[in-house]
């Protein structure tokens, strides 16, 4: 069965600083991989997705994302946090042939002036 | 703004009651999947309709049911609540049931089981 284990269940950085947040998958093949966003009293936003190919993955609001296959890993990063970044991040992972999606637990990020 | 609306935004609910759960799904979308998140916790699947009919469920009891309708919205119901139910309940939409389609979530409805 696939899950999700994300071992960061906080982070706080300055704003400007680099970010990287982990997160590794249980799956017997290859999975399609997701980090999705959420602020305060929102609904999920996907920022990227990854299928196959090319293993560094770029999503919206400046962030980025390598598959590492030998890793079981997804972590997703960005160069410079923003003020605007602060929410909880959800890496998931889904079957290529199913149609479900499997969350772990979130990193909540918070950005210090 | 995904399209996607849920409705209601929060409500309390007295366990043992019934509580029915409503989203439109984004225009042109047929598939909607329902998810439970705790507090706390990340979302974890309920099940999902594509087409008006279940395709897929998660461990979750039968007391968790659904429906899809002709124009694809959707409802979740859940009998005899248990305080254990209090989470958010997101809906998400897509334009078919594969996992390789973009879904969208809705900003979720809130229940409080007392």
């Known amino acids: 069965a696939q899950s999700v284990t994300q071992p960061d269940i906080h982070i706080t950085v300055s704003e400007g600083a680099s970010l990287e947040l982990r997160c590794n998958y249980s799956?017997?093949?290859?999975?399609?991989l997701f980090w999705y966003v959420q602020s305060p009293g929102q609904g999920l936003q996907l920022l990227l997705k990854?299928?196959?190919?090319?293993?560094l993955v770029q999503g919206i609001k400046g962030f980025e994302a390598e598959f590492k296959r030998s890793q079981s890993s997804f972590n997703l990063r960005k160069p410079s946090v923003h003020w605007s970044d602060a929410a909880e991040y959800f890496c998931a992972v889904a079957a290529n042939t199913g149609n479900q999606f499997y969350f772990g637990t979130g990193t909540s990020l918070t950005v210090i002036p | 703004e995904t399209g996607v609306t849920q409705s209601p935004t929060h409500l309390i609910k007295t366990r043992g009651q019934q509580v029915t759960l409503r989203c439109s799904s984004q225009s042109g979308h047929n598939t909607v999947s329902w998810y439970q998140q705790a507090l706390g916790q990340g979302p974890q699947f309920i099940f999902q309709y594509y087409r008006e009919e279940e395709n897929g469920r998660g461990n979750f009891p039968p007391r968790f049911s659904g429906l899809q309708f002709p124009n694809y919205s959707s409802e979740l119901n859940v009998n005899a609540l248990e305080l254990d139910d209090s989470a958010l309940y997101l809906c998400a939409s897509s334009q078919g049931a594969y996992s390789g389609n973009t879904i969208y979530f809705g900003e979720g409805s809130w229940l409080t089981v007392v």
């Open positions: 990854y299928f196959s190919g090319d293993t």
């Open positions: 799956y017997g093949a290859t999975p399609y």
